[in-house]
Structures are given as C-alpha cells and as structure tokens.
C-alpha cells in the first residue's frame, strides 16, 4: 500500500522547483520506462553543486539570497553570500543583497502586517521577477552539473529540449504569481517562448504537492484502515507563508478531493525572525553595538541557531553577540551570551500559532466531513515549541497530529514530483474555488424592479434606444463550490458584422468578488470587495472562417455564435473560444491576461 508503480511513459528527466523565502530546494527524477521512479535531491553533502553550502544550515536546501553589484549585475547566489571573500567585495564595492524578495509577490488582499517598504530595498535596477528569473537559473545551472556528473550514463544533450518543470508556490499565490512566474522562467531559458515550451511548466500549489510526500505518511501511521474517507489537514510552515490545505482521501484506491479553500496567512518563519529583530533593538538600545547592520547580524544568529531550539516558556535560551570575556550586566550579556527568557523567546511564536489555528477554524467551517488527522511539514514544523502548542490544541480537538521526520525539508520539491508524475493517484481530483467568479453585464431596464429604479441614474441607452442598467453581477463560480477538473464554465455571445474579415480579437472581463460574505447581485452593494481576476482574449477570426453568408432587408451580414469557456479545476485555469459547425463543437485556445 501507498508503494510507487513501475512507470510505463516514455523516458525523460523531470525537475522540480521549490523556491521559499528563505531557502530553496531541487528534485529530480529520471524516469525509465519498466522501472519504478527514484525521486533525487540537489543535496548540501554535495557541496560543490551548491557552492559554499558548509556556510549554512540548510540542510537540503540552498538560500534564497542574491548578490548584485551596484550597476545591477549578478554577482553570487546562496551560500555563496556568506563567503568572507564575497562579503568583503560587497562592502568595498556597495553590492546590494537581495533577501526576502520572494514576499513581494504576495497577493496584495492578503492581510498581512507587512509592507513593501518593510522589505529589504531591491537592488539597483532589478524587478522580483528579474530576480526570480536570476535565481532560477542559478539553482537550474546547478542542477544541471549535479545530474550530469552523479549519472555518467546521462546525456544531457538529448533531454534538455523535453525536460518537465514542476514549479510549486504558496497557497494564497493566484494567476497573477502564477503569470509572474512564467514569465521569470522564460527570462531565465529553461524554455522557449512557445507554446510547446510553455506546456512543459507545471505549477502546484504547496499544499498539492506536499499530499505526494505525506501519503506514505499516512500509510505508516495506519489510519488508512479507517472505513471511509479521512478529513486531513496539511499544515506547511515554511520562510515566509503558513499554508493551510484540507483534503477527503481515500486510500484503497488512493484518492484526494479538497473539501475547503486553501488558506494562507504570512506568519512563516521570517515574521519571527523579524519580531527577534525588534526585540533585540529594545533590549539593546544604546548598546555600543546595537547599529542597524549589527542588529541585523544578531537576528541572522537568532534565525540560524537560537530559533531551532527555543522549546519551552520556562527556560531562557541565548544568542551569542561578543566574544566569550564580555560581559555587561546593564544588557544581560554574559559571557557574550545575550540571554531572552522563555516567555519572550516563545512569545516570538505566539502570532504564527495563532496564525494557524485562526487559518484552520476558518476553514473548518466549510469542511463536508470532520478532520480527523493534521500533517505539519515546513521548515518551521522543526520548532518543538510550535510543535507542542499545535500538538495540545489539535489533540484537544481530537484530531491526531503527526510531524513526519523523514527529509521534512524536501517534502514540497519531492511531493511536486510525485504529484506529476501519479497525478491520477497523488494528484487532487476536485478543488474548491477560493472566491466568487463572473461577468458584470447591462440588463434591459424593468421599470417596476426596485433595484432598477434604484439606479435610474446609472440607465443607458444604445443606439437602438432600448435602455439597460448596469453593473449586475452574474457569478458563475461561487466560493467554496466544489471544481472538479472536467467542469467548464460557459457565457455565450453572439456577434454581427457585415464582412467576415472585420472578426478580430474580442476581450471579455472575467471579475472576482472576495468579500466575507455571499456575493451580492450589484456591484455598488459591496464595490471594494470586487476586482478584475483576468480578461480573456479570443481570436474570432479563426471562427469566422466557418460563417456563411446571410442577408436582411437586402443586407448582407454574418453572424458569428460563440461562447467563452473557462476551466478552473486544475491549479492553474485555461480558457477557451468555442463555436458550433456542421462538424460539432469547435475550439480554439484563449489567451489570459492578469491584472498586475
């Protein structure tokens, strides 16, 4: 139970990406067909592959830092920044480091504390996405030297124009990271700017990947014996983001439906090291060595060593902030150890945890059975103070908590692989839309409708002189329905031109209501809670190829029936031109386009 299948495809190398705030990891897959697939790491014990790795703990992971000199060029990546030698050329040479940048991609609606101005300034010149696209093909280029020199019997040569590229991110990350993030990948020449090159990108959320990594997870704590579908909950504690996805599986056959929309809130491991930061200006004020850069080097001391270990209120924990024959009573160094009490050590934790509980209460409401199990992944889940408070509140709810040991660190990377790879088995058969989807449209006016009246100053009338009212809102996807992958969502249109030639591009608006409450049927009843989600380009000149003749009134003109099609079952959503012939249903793809 829960053992991987010989693959039966054809043989080709599969990489997967997943790129946190603080650290980022690679997997890789060779897969042959007749043989069962062994998912690989870019790992630290090769520290050549992730140059000066030994600096850090990463453990399978590298940095998520950059370097870039003053004129915006790329300097190093990884651990790289932590060697004396580049350290010293950046002082003399005003290099800038780029860390943390991955946040400012974030979402904008999501609620947060945290501003860009907060963020550490980019470097001179430079976007997320360049930095992004340069990251990518610096984990890409090692990588690529890793495989090629463990697998001598590999030519490189002849997968690289084929190579399947797994890209996990955040939950709460939507079309518009989604969009960014292709758009890094091409800049970095992973693929061409094809659509055959594009198909090779595959995006999952964190919480779809982690499920590959966790179902042999569930398989030895053997609650796979249950009768019926199990409610679970995984919990992926990463650098920057706190990822909440609930799931009905069941495991004879294995399968995953989403029973709740995913939650994400930005309370990972980087908030905490930021509320160190603060601490440590308050509690060093005035100290002969509290400047800026300074504080900076302690909360990078507090991140990397003090924080793994913080495990109870009771007992004070230390950072090291001067050599061993210093002390100073007046600050509560001693011995070059600056000592935090338990309750303000742990008190660092407080809005992560309760970050967590408040993401999994709210989803909980919309759960269709009882959680029964909790999984928590991520970096963070290494923290045993953290773990013991999500261990009392889960267990209080009867709901059994697990933290699986086995490479935590590569669960996303690993579990991305394997998603794509079974998706039939690993991958998630059904989602739930996280907001409420459609089109705003005119209606004829209807005198002795209340909420028309209402708007008469708002009526409109078309050349024809028939009058409309607009801004009513037709849902077409409302939050927490159900979305299975094969569900499409249809408008249809109907459009006249009197010559086939003058078809073009037409533009329909696809917007999103994300207030907390069901959607209201207009606009102006709860405007800020409305956005434009994306706008779908169709090419109706393909269609009008079909159109026949027809005449009115001595007119000639053409009438061209289509309909616009839309699937949001998968991660990402596709969209599609339709339009009948004598032949059936035709199709043609569409472009989308997200509002930045």
């Given at each position: 139970m829960g053992d991987l299948q010989v693959y039966t495809g054809c043989r080709k190398l599969v990489l997967a990406f997943d790129i946190g705030t603080t650290f980022s990891g690679i997997s890789y897959c060779i897969l042959e067909p007749g043989k069962v697939p062994e998912i690989l790491g870019v790992t630290r014990q090769a520290l050549r592959w992730f140059p000066a790795q030994e600096?850090?703990?990463?453990?399978?992971?590298?940095?998520?830092?950059?370097?870039?000199?003053?004129?915006?060029?790329?300097?190093?990546?990884?651990?790289?920044?932590?060697?004396?030698?580049?350290?010293?050329?950046?002082?003399?040479?005003?290099?800038?480091?780029?860390?943390?940048?991955?946040l400012r991609l974030r979402p904008k609606h999501?609620?947060?504390?945290?501003?860009?101005?907060?963020?550490?300034?980019?470097?001179?010149?430079?976007?997320?996405?360049?930095?992004?696209?340069?990251?990518?093909?610096?984990?890409?280029?090692?990588?690529?030297?890793?495989?090629?020199?463990?697998h001598l019997a590999f030519t490189w040569s002849s997968f690289e124009d084929s190579i399947e590229f797994v890209f996990t991110h955040p939950n709460g990350w939507e079309a518009i990271q989604q969009q960014l993030y292709r758009r890094a990948i091409e800049h970095a020449g992973l693929?061409?700017?094809?659509?055959?090159?594009?198909?090779?990108?595959?995006?999952?959320?964190?919480?779809?990947?982690?499920?590959?990594?966790?179902?042999?997870?569930?398989?030895n704590a053997d609650i796979t014996n249950q009768a019926g579908p199990q409610g679970v909950v995984i919990i992926d504690a990463g650098g920057g983001t706190i990822d909440l996805?609930?799931?009905?599986?069941?495991?004879?056959?294995?399968s995953c439906a989403e029973i709740a929309p995913a939650e994400c809130r930005l309370q990972?491991?980087?908030?905490?090291?930021?509320?160190?930061?603060?601490?440590?200006q308050r509690k060093l004020e005035d100290w002969d060595h509290s400047s800026e850069d300074e504080i900076a080097e302690l909360a990078r001391e507090f991140d990397q060593s003090t924080k793994l270990i913080i495990k109870s209120d009771r007992e004070p924990v230390y950072i090291r902030v001067a050599?061993?024959?210093?002390?100073?009573?007046?600050?509560?160094?001693?011995?070059?150890?600056l000592q935090l009490s338990g309750e303000d050590a742990t008190g660092l934790f407080s809005d992560s945890i309760d970050a967590v509980i408040s993401a999994f209460e709210q989803q909980e409401k919309h759960a269709s059975i009882p959680i029964t199990v909790a999984l928590l992944v991520g970096g963070l889940s290494t923290?045993?103070?953290?773990?013991?408070?999500?261990?009392?509140?889960?267990?209080?709810?009867?709901?059994?908590?697990?933290?699986?040991?086995?490479?935590?660190?590569?669960?996303?990377?690993n579990g991305g692989i394997l998603s794509h790879i079974y998706n039939e088995t690993y991958g998630v058969a059904s989602r739930v839309a996280r907001a409420t989807y459609g089109v705003v449209c005119a209606l004829p006016v209807e005198e002795d409708d209340e909420e028309h009246a209402r708007r008469k100053a708002l009526w409109e009338v078309d050349p024809s002189g028939d009058r409309y009212v607009p801004g009513f809102f037709e849902a077409k996807l409302r939050k927490g329905e159900q979305v299975h992958e094969e569900m499409e969502i249809r408008e249809s249109f109907s459009l006249i031109e009197s010559n086939p030639k003058d078809?073009?591009?037409?533009?329909?608006?696809?917007?999103?209501?994300?207030?907390?409450?069901?959607?209201?049927?207009?606009?102006?009843?709860?405007?800020?809670?409305?956005?434009?989600?994306?706008?779908?380009?169709?090419?109706?000149?393909?269609?009008a190829k079909d159109l026949v003749e027809r005449r009115a009134f001595s007119q000639v003109y053409y009438q061209l029936d289509y309909c616009v099609i839309v699937y949001f079952g998968d991660t990402e959503i596709t969209a599609f031109l339709g339009w009948k012939t004598r032949r059936g249903e035709e199709r043609s793809p569409a472009t989308i386009l997200f509002e930045e």
């Open positions: 600096l850090i703990r990463g453990d399978a992971k590298v940095a998520s830092l950059l370097y870039y000199d003053k004129h915006g060029n790329f300097k190093a990546a990884g651990a790289e920044v932590f060697t004396e030698s580049n350290i010293q050329t950046a002082m003399e040479e005003d290099w800038t480091k780029a860390e943390w940048w991955k999501l609620a947060s504390s945290i501003k860009d101005d907060d963020l550490p300034p980019l470097p001179c010149g430079k976007t997320t996405v360049n930095i992004l696209a340069d990251f990518i093909k610096y984990l890409f280029q090692c990588a690529k030297t890793y495989i090629k020199e463990h693929i061409p700017c094809t659509p055959e090159g594009r198909s090779r990108v595959h995006m999952l959320t964190d919480g779809e990947a982690v499920i590959g990594f966790c179902i042999p997870v569930l398989f996805s609930m799931f009905s599986m069941s495991f004879n056959p294995i990972g491991s980087v908030f905490i090291t930021r509320r160190a930061r603060a601490l440590l050599g061993r024959r210093y002390s100073n009573a007046k600050y509560g160094i001693r011995f070059g150890k923290n045993d103070w953290l773990w013991s408070r999500l261990q009392s509140y889960f267990e209080a709810k009867r709901v059994k908590i697990y933290r699986p040991d086995n490479n935590i660190n590569k669960a996303v990377a078809f073009g591009i037409q533009v329909v608006r696809l917007v999103c209501h994300r207030g907390n409450g069901s959607a209201p049927k207009w606009v102006d009843q709860d405007r800020p809670a409305f956005s434009v989600f994306c706008t779908i380009h169709v090419d109706l000149s393909v269609a």
